[in-house]
């Protein structure tokens, strides 16, 4: 059974940090790419960052360049999303995704999480 489960969202004040998790069970995770799309209310889901299956690659939403940061520890199956200087526009419910193919790309892979609620405001 393929479970990637998503921890870490909450309600922030602009210009704070929080990190986000996603621990993936069920798959050999040090196989697969790791990304984490994001979706706001009204808007179509977006790539935020990806990482290769060993993390030597990384690529980021312009978006969110300079911000964000992606990492993976493969020991303990869990993909990380460090997010700083939280802008309300980064609003948004971030979803964990794996890719068998192993490279970042921009189109996800067959697995999803739940997602985990971001909300950033005063």
């Known amino acids: 059974q393929v479970q990637l489960v998503e921890s870490g969202g909450g309600l922030v004040q602009p210009g704070r940090s929080l990190r986000l998790s996603c621990a993936a069970s069920g798959f050999t995770f040090s196989y697969y790419a790791m990304s984490w799309y994001r979706q706001a209310p009204g808007k179509e889901r977006e790539l935020v960052a990806g990482?290769?299956?060993?993390?030597?690659?990384?690529n980021y939403a312009d978006s969110v360049k300079g911000r964000f940061t992606i990492s993976r520890d493969n020991a303990k199956n869990t993909v990380y999303l460090r997010m700083n200087s939280l802008k309300p526009e980064d609003t948004a419910v971030y979803y964990c995704?794996?890719?068998?193919?192993?490279?970042?790309?921009?189109?996800?892979?067959?697995?999803w999480g739940q997602g985990t609620q971001v909300t950033v405001s005063s």
């Open positions: 995704n794996a890719d068998a193919l192993g490279r970042v790309t921009t189109t996800p892979g067959d697995y």
């Open positions: 990482i290769s299956s060993v993390g030597g690659s990384t």
